[in-house]
């Protein structure tokens, strides 16, 4: 796997709004903690654990922010994982852990973000 070709696509995916070349990046059996879930979802666990779920709430995120772009910062490059590291919505600093299968698609993600 490429870090930066997955970068790149997952940075495209999202600028383009396209929710299934979103979801073209997760696994089924995905693991996603953000603290937006908390927020978006009303759930303290912070963490949704099956796409069908994730699909959903991306496609509120896309909803709740129509002018939504990534400014893609830097990819850094792990064992089996990658952080992407961007300027998220309102322009919050963001760095996301994404655990990779042998597939290349994405089964844990771990969001952190700076609000300014």
Known sequence: MNANIFAK????????????AIMHHYAENIAFYSPFIKRVNNDPSGCIKNKAELRAYFER???????LH????QVLEGVNS?????????NNL?????????????TEVR?????Q
């Open 61 to 67: 995120a896309l909803t709740a922010y129509p002018d």
């Open 70 to 73: 990534f400014e893609f910062y």
């Open 9 to 20: 696509a997952w940075l495209d995916a999202w600028n383009s709004h396209d929710l299934d």
């Open 82 to 90: 990658v952080v992407l590291y961007y300027k998220s919505v309102n």
């Open 94 to 106: 963001a760095a996301e852990m994404m655990v990779l299968g042998d597939d290349g698609k994405v």
């Open 111 to 115: 969001a952190h973000y700076y609000q």
